[in-house]
């Protein structure tokens, strides 16, 4: 491995790993009331659940906005970047699923610029305005940092995977060995969602994930919460 891949390979595990402080322990996506409503009761129902939410909804929709972002990055196009960091915000389908990723990618490009800063970064950041959700901020800083996009969109939609799968694992329960499980089950349809991704203009974007966008909502009101989403 050359010195830059394994830069750029230390610096994905960094960044997309739990212990990156970007507080995404706190948020469940609306796992939370899957759960009390008896959607998800245990780890098939989770797989199953999680499977959806990565091929037809918020994973494969993050993973465009995330190519998109990181392309206008790289090209210096601070227009098209602010227009798809724009577009990524206004698409989020509830209140709590926006503070979750509004505040994640704020949180991740202020590390970035405090522990992992470069030349382009400020400039970047500054172009997005206030809108910079979790994708668009990986995919900048990616950009900045020079990192392949192909391996940014699938260990993003890993590490989202993760934080779902420990959301799930807290809420039913689950152990730690089923948890690895759905994980295991779910390595081809992360795959497969990144590869689309990667591909996809932003007119493919799209959801049909319609259950798991109420449940996103219906936990606004829940009575019982653990989690802020």
């Keep these: 491995m050359q010195e830059s891949e394994a830069a750029a390979l230390y610096r994905l595990m ?3 790993s739990p212990s990156f402080p970007v507080g995404a322990f706190s948020y469940s996506s609306g796992i939370e009331w899957a759960v009390e409503a008896g959607d998800i009761g245990n780890a098939a129902d989770l797989r199953g659940w999680l499977a959806s939410m990565l091929a037809d909804g918020p994973g494969f929709c993050d993973g465009v906005f995330l190519a998109h972002a990181h392309r206008a990055a790289s090209s210096d196009d601070d227009a098209g970047l602010r227009g798809v960091a724009e577009l990524a915000a206004a698409l989020v389908p509830s209140r709590e699923r926006h503070l979750e990723t509004s505040a994640q990618g704020r949180a991740f490009v202020e590390i970035a610029r405090a522990a992992w800063n470069c030349a382009s970064l400020d400039r970047l950041a500054s172009s997005c305005g206030d809108a910079i959700v979790y994708p668009i901020a990986v995919g900048l800083v990616s950009a900045a940092h020079a990192i392949p996009l192909a391996s940014t969109v699938h260990a993003f939609l890993h590490a989202v995977t993760s934080n779902w799968i420990s959301a799930g694992a807290r809420l039913v329960p689950l152990g730690q060995t089923d948890s690895q499980r759905v994980l295991a ?6 795959g497969a969602t990144a590869r689309r991704a990667l591909t996809a203009s932003l007119d493919d974007l799209g959801s049909a994930t319609f259950r798991a966008d109420l449940a996103s909502m219906r ?3 829940q009575y019982t919460r653990l989690f802020r989403s």
């Design 219 to 221: 936990h606004e009101t």
């Design 185 to 190: 089950q779910l390595e081809p349809v992360v």
């Design 14 to 16: 960094t960044w997309l």
